[in-house]
């Protein structure tokens, strides 16, 4: 209890088959999360109106947002896809803007955390072409026909490391981008103790604000890119080319 690792701090340590599976504040965080997105929609659409409350609307004008959004990706397909898609923006929308919470641990500002998001949509979009296309027709795609012999192992591997990279790049993309906004905030709190002057503290703490209200609207399009780069992903697994 009270252990400190790096920045997180250790809640209960435990073990599974000598695997390490101790509870964390970022695992805590992540619970807290999980509880908000699920409460938050829960109350939203309980006793469900006609004319909807204000929860209701802002549920329904952003799900409604992400149908418009997606529609064309997913097509006959988008009722089936889209409560991922959205599940998947409101978990990193409220994680990102949990973070801003002084005492709170950032969890998209860990790479395991994003790295994790980004190999669940990895795994999905797979998962969505060969359940539309069949797995031989699927990974068939990754070899062009009519291609000489010699070219297609050089294909098939930059077929293979465009692969790879989409989960790479979801998740640095999140994770440095969430960074970045503790840094500065960071850095400019700090200006405090480097000035000692009663008279200059009010800059650094302007320069927060500012840098605050800079990571609300970071928070939301970092959100956005995320969950729209997965509709795509599996939109383009599931299409008939591929």
Known sequence: MGLEIGSVRLIWQLSCFGQDISITSAVIVIWLVALLVFGLCYLAVWRAKVVPGKSQSLLEILYEFWFDQTKDLFEAETDHWLPFIFGLFLFILVANLLAMVPNVYPITANINTTATLALIVFFTYHFAGIRKNGLWHYFRSFVPSGMPLFILPFLVLIEIGSHLA???????????????GHLVTFTLLSLIFVFKNIWLTGFPLLGRAAVGLFEVFVAFIQAYVFAYL?????????SEEA
């Open 230 to 238: 997965a509709a795509l992903y599996i939109s383009l697994a599931a």
């Open 166 to 180: 989409r989960p790479f790049s979801l998740a640095v993309r999140l994770f440095a981008n969430m960074t970045a």
